[in-house]
Antibody, heavy 119, light 107 residues
């Protein structure tokens, strides 16, 4: 049973860079799945941030593309998110999620981590 | 981007009621539509994939239907544990997009 666990600072200053890591346990990150980040501002709906394949191939949400970088560390079985030039609008619970392939759906989610952008 | 529009945004219902939530895509997405349930303070839980296929372990009172642009999630007999937020999500093309959500509340 694959499990995901997000980690990273819960507070980031405006104009800074948000950095999160998602550790994958119970399975290998080298699979046919894509590894995603989804965020949810307090009291609002879900927004897809982007995804990465174990090869390093990435797809980002165009609304965030200029600020997002994702990477994968196969040796540590984890993947990461960096979001630069953050503002208060980036305050959200950030979830990592595995996307099962063909058909595509998010079948496994981390518990989520709240990141607050504030000085 | 494909816009996903859910309705209603909220509803009040009683235990035992039949509940229907609709999701409309701004362009055809074939059957590439998934449904999730989210309870307060929890991560979303995957319910239905490919518009109508129930995830293993999900109660049979949940069902999904539709194709093209119009989809529905039906709960045939609402149980107390079903009071939650529900989201549709299209997996047809990136950027992946979610509906705005439907809050199912106790009447």
């Amino acid at each position: 049973q694959v499990q995901l666990q997000e980690s990273g600072p819960g507070l980031v200053k405006p104009s800074g860079t948000l950095s999160l890591t998602c550790a994958v346990s119970g399975g290998s990150i080298i699979s046919t799945n894509w590894w995603n980040w989804v965020r949810q501002p307090p009291g609002k709906g879900l927004e897809w941030v982007g995804k990465i394949y174990h090869s390093g191939d990435t797809k980002y949400n165009p609304s965030l593309k200029s600020r997002v970088t994702m990477s994968v560390d196969k040796s540590k079985n984890q993947f990461s998110l960096k979001l630069s030039s953050v503002t208060a609008a980036d305050t959200a619970v950030y979830y990592c999620a595995r996307e099962f392939a063909r058909p595509f759906y998010f079948d496994t989610w981390g518990h989520g981590t709240l990141v607050t952008v504030s000085s | 981007d494909i816009q996903m529009t859910q309705s209603p945004s909220s509803l009040s219902a009683s235990v035992g009621d039949r509940v229907t939530i609709t999701c409309r895509a701004s362009q055809t997405i074939s059957s590439s539509l998934n449904w999730y349930q989210q309870k307060p303070g929890r991560a979303p839980k995957f319910l239905i994939f490919a518009a109508s296929s129930l995830q293993s372990g999900v109660p049979s009172r949940f069902s999904g239907s539709g194709s093209g642009t119009d989809f529905t999630l039906t709960i045939s007999s609402l149980q107390s544990e079903d009071f939650a937020d529900y989201y549709c999500q299209q997996s047809y093309s990136t950027p992946l997009t979610f509906g705005g959500g439907t809050k199912v509340e106790i009447k």
